[in-house]
Structures are given as C-alpha cells and as structure tokens.
C-alpha cells in the first residue's frame, strides 16, 4: 500500500514564483525522500531528511519534515521552466525498507 | 485497481542463479522502466526503455540485462545473482507526458 501521499496533484506558476509541494505519510519512518521526474526520464534523488531532522536545504530547494504531523514539504524558489516535471516523495518503514511514493505532484513553470 | 504488476512480492535466489524479474503494465505507455532501491542510497535507475526492443542503460547497470519484447513486458535479468544485488527491485512506466506509475516492488534476497 502507498504510504506518501502528494498534494497538490497538480501545480501550475509562472517562472520566479516559488512552488510548494506537500507530501503526508502514514507510519512511522526513518527517512522521506524526494525525487524529480521529468517528462519521458527516470527519477533523479533530490533530498533526503532524516526523520531526526526538521528542515533541509540544497540550492534553491528546501524540504521541510514533520513528523508529528507526518507530513513533508518541497519548496522550490525562484521557479524555472526546468523545473516543469513531476515531484515525488518517498518514505521507508522502521526497518529501512519498503520504500513506497506517492502518486506525485505535476509542477508546470510557465515562462 | 494495480497498473503495474510485478510478478513476485518477494524472491530468493541463489548466489550464481539467473534471475528474472517481470514488470507487466496495462496503460499502454511507452516508457518503462527498473530501479533499485536501497535503504539511504535512494532509488538508483538500472535500466530504460523507450519503446519496444529498445533499452538504455541507466546509472547501475552492471551484472544486469533487460529484454522488452513487447511494449506491456519489461524484464530485468540478472545473468548471475550475487549477494550484492540483495535488493528492493521497483518498475515504473510513464507515457510520453511526465506522469508515473510504479509497481510495488520485488525484495530479492541472495543468498
């Protein structure tokens, strides 16, 4: 069964607007991760969070962790048209296993 | 409703064996594709396939094969199991737009 869950199942902005995505999860977990899919490619690994860890930033983006709320954030600032693909979040059990993702969130930037 | 099916759950192979591994999707999408997955190295593309009889390799594709013969099948096959190759094994199919199906998964132990 799928544990992460993405919202919004779709987003659409214009280029320099930030994009927030979210990401809710069921169980406990050891570490949500979140992964970029561009149209027609395989996943690339974004960011890992720990779940010992509260926030994250690599470049001009920046995971947020939850987990009293068992929830995730992806932030993406200064948005551009590269950035058009689909966003997924990924979280693994207690155990380090079972990697499970969310059905994702598609992030168009427009010019 | 499962889209993407992955014939086994989970698998035990000997050190040596030739393994298959099948993915069968039934959206009719052209791209299709195997992942492995390891707790805190995230997902790790092994191979791709953009269209019938058509493969590329991905990051890790060493000690694997694929075969795609027709565009519902994506095998991957592992010509001489190894213990490093101990693993969560994910298949994925997309259509030519950004969306991505993933099945559930295979835990291949060998031993």
């Known amino acids: 069964s799928q544990q992460g869950e993405e919202d919004p199942q779709a987003l659409s902005i214009q280029e320099g607007e930030n994009a927030t995505m979210n990401c809710s999860y069921k169980?406990?977990?050891?570490?949500l991760q979140w992964y970029r899919q561009n149209s027609g490619r395989g996943l690339v690994h974004l960011i890992l969070?720990?779940?010992?860890?509260r926030e994250k930033p690599s470049g001009r983006l920046r995971v947020t962790l939850d987990t009293s709320k068992k929830s995730s954030s992806l932030l993406i600032t200064a948005s551009r048209a590269a950035d058009t693909a689909s966003y997924f979040c990924?979280?693994?059990?207690?155990?380090?296993?079972?990697?499970?993702f969310g059905p994702g969130t598609r992030l168009s930037v427009l010019p | 409703d499962v889209k993407v099916t992955q014939s086994s759950r989970y698998l035990v192979k000997r050190t040596g064996e030739k393994v298959f591994l099948e993915c069968v999707q039934d959206?009719?999408?052209?791209?299709m594709f195997w992942y492995r997955q390891d707790p805190g190295l995230g997902l790790r593309l092994i191979y791709f396939?953009?269209?019938?009889?058509?493969?590329e390799k991905g990051d890790i594709p060493e000690g694997y094969s694929v075969s795609r013969e027709k565009k519902e099948r994506f095998s991957l096959i592992l010509e001489s199991a190894s213990t490093n190759q101990t693993s969560m094994y994910l298949c994925?199919?997309?259509?030519?737009?950004?969306?991505?199906?993933f099945g559930s998964g295979t835990r291949l132990t060998v031993v």
């Open positions: 994925a199919s997309s259509p030519l737009g950004p969306e991505t199906t």
């Open positions: 169980t406990s977990i050891n570490n």
């Open positions: 969070i720990r779940s010992n860890e």
């Open positions: 990924a979280t693994d059990d207690n155990y380090g296993q079972n990697f499970v």
């Open positions: 959206m009719d999408h052209e791209n």
């Open positions: 396939s953009y269209d019938v009889k058509m493969k």
